[in-house]
């Protein structure tokens, strides 16, 4: 068994037990292994001979974890916040859908199956995510992921495809190009507001190499909308920025930027230059026909074809294609598969999630949200303005990014939309202690709140 196999599995075991007695170390925990994906490396040889499922065990172990402290594990927040709310009625109409359409396909029974699992994780970590440091550490384990995604890319693992990176890093909803490159597009503002709230050097040295990594891995995707993603998460991130750091984040940005063209090569400039030659492309102009289809797909089937049969369907539609093929559009898939009322559901679980966390901005900026926070004696620093902005640019990068690739059932597009779910209750609770009046509080207490009610005591 190779070191890395080993250091898997001390950090698994003892993870999946902390999860029992601490439900959010089984949050965390998910998280990590999510980017990692052991049973596909080649140090999981291991983890396949067991034919141990990891990501369900986590789950199990956190629920676990949740029913033996449920009596004492509440606090301010909903449960059930309103994208949410749409959200899980786009998950059953998704269901539903395999019963009209073009009827039921293994395609469908397994996204179905995924898309229920998925829902599932997304209500867990909104039960277990509803103090700042929660929150903190949950987008600390998500950089620990794509560092090591990142890494991997950096050691040339995976398999390159047409001079790009295709396949073979991360969890399955990377499998190609596209999804890995919106993926690390989404976390580059996670990275940078991480950045200027670490408080050691060694902290921001780590999250600098971390986001050069991930700068790189996005160049040899070679992904053209990956250039999208980056334009619009660029835009929302600069008139996001907290109040009081507006000039250091746009230098940051631009300094930023200007790094990562240094990072480029010939081969990424050559790739990005088709994008104002797209009438001479061929995967541009399939795009263009797939999504024509999708839109005569909801002209037959107004309530959608069936979760999972565009690929298949797209045949009937599209002269002369004798392959399955996929929207490569997030938007025009929910629309060819759910039809109208399920596009609709889409739009308005976003506009409700852009709108919470533009709520939370405005919070940010009316109350005292930057303090120190306490995990097992290890200060860190939380300053709810940073978060706010970082993901909703992340999501908004995301989101323009799936306009040309489909990740509508993917895992890291629900749980940004959990964490945004996540963020707002934070940002209740914050509210809630700083308007506690002056009293002894507890020793926990003192720990969370900000340092202008910390000083007074």
């Given at each position: 068994?190779?070191?890395?196999?080993?250091?898997?599995?001390?950090?698994?075991?003892?993870?999946?037990?902390?999860?029992?007695?601490?439900?959010?170390?089984?949050?965390?925990?998910?998280?990590?292994?999510?980017?990692?994906?052991?049973?596909?490396?080649?140090?999981?040889?291991?983890?396949?001979?067991?034919?141990?499922?990891?990501?369900?065990?986590?789950?199990?172990?956190?629920?676990?974890?949740?029913?033996?402290?449920?009596?004492?594990?509440?606090?301010?927040?909903?449960?059930?916040?309103?994208?949410?709310?749409?959200?899980?009625?786009?998950?059953?109409?998704?269901?539903?859908?395999?019963?009209?359409?073009?009827?039921?396909?293994?395609?469908?029974?397994?996204?179905?199956?995924?898309?229920?699992?998925?829902?599932?994780?997304?209500?867990?970590?909104?039960?277990?995510?509803?103090?700042?440091?929660?929150?903190?550490?949950?987008?600390?384990?998500?950089?620990?992921?794509?560092?090591?995604?990142?890494?991997?890319?950096?050691?040339?693992?995976?398999?390159?495809?047409?001079?790009?990176?295709?396949?073979?890093?991360?969890?399955?909803?990377?499998?190609?190009?596209?999804?890995?490159?919106?993926?690390?597009?989404?976390?580059?503002?996670?990275?940078?507001?991480?950045?200027?709230?670490?408080?050691?050097?060694?902290?921001?040295?780590?999250?600098?190499?971390?986001?050069?990594?991930?700068?790189?891995?996005?160049?040899?995707?070679?992904?053209?909308?990956?250039?999208?993603?980056?334009?619009?998460?660029?835009?929302?991130?600069?008139?996001?920025?907290?109040?009081?750091?507006?000039?250091?984040?746009?230098?940051?940005?631009?300094?930023?930027?200007?790094?990562?063209?240094?990072?480029?090569?010939?081969?990424?400039?050559?790739?990005?230059?088709?994008?104002?030659?797209?009438?001479?492309?061929?995967?541009?102009?399939?795009?263009?026909?797939?999504?024509?289809?999708?839109?005569?797909?909801?002209?037959?089937?107004?309530?959608?074809?069936?979760?999972?049969?565009?690929?298949?369907?797209?045949?009937?539609?599209?002269?002369?294609?004798?392959?399955?093929?996929a929207a490569h559009s997030t938007y025009f898939a929910c629309l060819a598969e759910l039809g109208?009322?399920?596009?609709?559901?889409?739009?308005?679980?976003?506009?409700?999630?852009?709108?919470?966390?533009?709520?939370?901005?405005?919070?940010?900026?009316?109350?005292?949200?930057?303090?120190?926070?306490?995990?097992?004696?290890?200060?860190?620093?939380?300053?709810?303005?940073?978060?706010?902005?970082?993901?909703?640019?992340?999501?908004?990068?995301?989101?323009?990014?799936?306009?040309?690739?489909?990740?509508?059932?993917?895992?890291?597009?629900?749980?940004?939309?959990?964490?945004?779910?996540c963020l707002s209750n934070v940002t209740e609770r914050i509210r809630e202690r700083a308007s506690?009046?002056?009293?002894?509080?507890?020793?926990?207490?003192?720990?969370?709140?900000?340092?202008?009610?910390?000083?007074?005591?």
């Open positions: 068994m190779s070191l890395t196999a080993i250091a898997f599995w001390l950090v698994y075991i003892f993870g999946v037990g902390s999860a029992l007695l601490v439900p959010l170390a089984g949050v965390l925990l998910y998280i990590l292994v999510y980017h990692m994906n052991p049973e596909y490396q080649w140090w999981g040889e291991s983890v396949r001979v067991l034919g141990l499922r990891t990501s369900m065990t986590i789950v199990v172990a956190t629920v676990i974890g949740l029913a033996l402290r449920y009596p004492r594990f509440g606090g301010i927040g909903r449960q059930f916040p309103l994208p949410i709310v749409f959200g899980a009625a786009l998950v059953l109409l998704a269901c539903a859908s395999m019963t009209w359409g073009y009827g039921t396909s293994a395609r469908g029974l397994f996204m179905a199956e995924k898309i229920i699992k998925v829902l599932f994780f997304v209500l867990i970590l909104i039960r277990c995510v509803r103090e700042p440091h929660h929150y903190h550490l949950v987008i600390i384990a998500w950089l620990c992921g794509v560092f090591y995604i990142g890494y991997q890319a950096y050691g040339n693992v995976g398999t390159q495809y047409g001079g790009r990176l295709d396949r073979g890093i991360g969890g399955p909803d990377f499998a190609e190009s596209s999804g890995l490159a919106i993926h690390l597009v989404s976390t580059l503002p996670l990275i940078g507001a991480m950045f200027f709230m670490a408080s050691r050097w060694w902290s921001r040295a780590l999250i600098l190499i971390t986001g050069a990594l991930v700068v790189n891995t996005i160049i040899l995707t070679r992904t053209r909308n990956a250039i999208v993603g980056l334009i619009a998460m660029g835009l929302v991130a600069a008139f996001s920025l907290p109040r009081g750091y507006r000039r250091k984040g746009w230098a940051a940005i631009v300094l930023g930027t200007l790094l990562a063209f240094q990072l480029t090569d010939p081969g990424w400039w050559k790739r990005i230059t088709t994008i104002t030659e797209y009438k001479q492309d061929a995967s541009a102009t399939s795009r263009l026909l797939y999504w024509k289809a999708a839109i005569e797909m909801a002209g037959d089937y107004p309530l959608g074809i069936g979760i999972g049969n565009f690929h298949e369907a797209v045949k009937d539609y599209v002269p002369n294609l004798k392959i399955i093929r109208y009322p399920g596009l609709m559901l889409l739009l308005m679980m976003l506009t409700a999630m852009l709108w919470r966390l533009g709520r939370v901005r405005g919070e940010a900026a009316h109350i005292e949200s930057d303090f120190p926070i306490y995990v097992r004696g290890w200060r860190m620093r939380f300053h709810l303005g940073w978060h706010a902005m970082a993901l909703r640019a992340g999501l908004c990068g995301y989101l323009a990014g799936s306009l040309f690739t489909t990740r509508l059932w993917t895992e890291d597009f629900w749980i940004m939309i959990g964490l945004a779910c506690v009046p002056d009293e002894p509080p507890t020793d926990q207490a003192i720990r969370l709140l900000p340092p202008t009610v910390t000083g007074q005591l």
